[in-house]
């Protein structure tokens, strides 16, 4: 069955619990010490899981890139398809934002992984029990991200990073000495904590709000296969499953895009000379 219908309630695969599906059991996280102690729920075990599978991924791909390259020929498999994402990001996303530091390992490193960890997690929360539960559908998980990697590494790391200390006067416009530290300097400074805080929701409402649609539809697919019977309904009902699985996988990858493309804007806006 699918992950979306684990559960009698549509909202219960979006919560952030101490539960661990394994088909008929469930894994009570909280009994563990060092679970409790830590925090680690299940959107902690699924963004974990998300981590480990795309440092292998990675060092799998790296791998096949570095025999091509000693081979003199072109990646294959997954090496192949590694290079085109860093190339995706690198086209589709940087030169857009920031023309000027679109070649930067730095920036390309930080935002491809920043894109794969967000797709990644996102269709983990498509898959069958004991995965299926969406980590970025948190707002604590989506608030991290948003605010310790764009916010704090991307924007004011970023910002020193190309003006130094310069920075603080960067961030509000050229203008009389105090309109611009007492009146515009407030301003920008707040505009830029809502940033993060845009992208949280953002990104929280897209994945909780589609989920939640796509379970109570299936809810409705499953109600017309007992309604109509097996082969008509199940007709049907395999059809609504490929159509809203299909859907679903465009959401994980558009907002996985969103997610990457605002932080790349807000940090390219840090990089420029003009505010």
Request: with cysteine.
């Amino acid at each position: 069955m699918n992950a979306l219908l684990g559960a009698g309630n549509p909202f219960e695969h979006t919560w952030n619990t101490w539960g661990i599906e394994f088909y008929r059991w469930i894994v009570n996280l909280n009994a563990f010490p060092v679970c409790r102690q830590l925090g680690i729920t299940n959107a902690v075990v699924m963004m974990l899981f998300a981590a480990a599978l795309i440092a292998f991924l990675c060092l799998r791909g790296a791998s096949e890139c570095a025999r091509a390259a000693s081979e003199g020929r072109a990646p294959r498999g997954l090496g192949a398809v590694m290079e085109q994402a860093v190339l995706f990001i690198r086209d589709a996303v940087l030169k857009p934002a920031m023309p000027h530091h679109e070649r930067s390992p730095y920036f390309i490193a930080l935002f491809a992984t920043l894109f794969c960890f967000i797709l990644t997690c996102n269709l983990l929360g498509l898959m069958p029990q004991p995965f299926g539960r969406t980590a970025t559908g948190s707002p604590f998980v989506n608030l991290g991200l948003a605010f310790g990697v764009t916010y704090l590494i991307g924007i004011w790391g970023a910002g020193f990073y190309a003006h130094g200390i310069g920075f603080l006067a960067h961030i509000a416009p050229h203008a009389p000495f105090p309109v611009r530290w007492f009146v515009l300097w407030p301003i920008e400074f707040a505009g830029l904590l809502v940033k993060p805080v845009a992208l949280t929701i953002r990104l929280t409402a897209n994945m909780t709000a589609g989920h939640i649609i796509l379970a109570v539809l299936m809810s409705f697919v499953l109600g017309m296969f007992h309604s109509v019977g097996q082969t008509v309904g199940g007709a049907a009902g395999a059809l609504g499953f490929f159509a809203i699985t299909a859907f679903e996988l465009a959401i994980a990858f558009i907002q996985a895009y969103i997610f990457t493309v605002l932080s790349s804007v807000f940090v390219g806006a840090s990089l420029s000379h003009e505010h």
